[in-house]
């Protein structure tokens, strides 16, 4: 399995491995990120908020070891304090006669490492409950909900830096 660093401005196509549930287990499949506009000339998009929801079918988990979030003109990424590695909580849809199949990832409240930088993010689900939202186990609510303070480790991004070592 691997598990790597999820951009949140990344472009809409751009293809990771999800992790669903197909008739006889579990597969791993690589999908494009993001859905169909739901009104002809609309924007696609590619999180969905998970408050007052529920996802009956057509659940996924998005392997991550850090997501990234531009906050006030700085780029921040959060891994686990733990530095594991985890899951975002998401969903995929088939394709359509106008779009791939793909997937999007459901958003909650920021926790209390990540609101001082953003008042929402990305569905983490720790290693241990990942089968709990594949196989519906638990409700959406006690799921999709923010990880206790303390769970994030914080880190300034240095993308300046980082372009010129690869030059």
Known sequence: MHASIFDSEASIGQRRVIIRRN???VEMVERPWGFQ???????????????????????????????RHRS???????SLADSDW??????????????PEAYAILTIEANADV?????????????????????????????????PPGSFKVRLCDYT???ELAL
């Open 161 to 163: 830096r980082q372009a």
């Open 23 to 25: 008739a006889g287990g």
């Open 86 to 99: 985890f899951y975002f909580a998401g969903i995929w849809r088939p394709a359509t006669r106008d779009w």
């Open 37 to 67: 506009p739901e009104q002809p000339g609309g924007r696609p998009f590619t999180v969905i908020r998970a408050e007052g929801r529920t996802f009956p079918s057509h659940r996924c988990l998005v392997p991550a070891s850090e997501f």
């Open 115 to 147: 609101s001082p930088f953003h008042d929402r993010q990305m569905a983490v689900i720790p290693r241990d409950r990942r089968m709990a939202w594949l196989d519906r186990t638990c409700s959406e609510d006690e799921l999709l909900r923010p990880l």
């Open 72 to 78: 006030r003109g700085k780029h921040y990424g959060f």
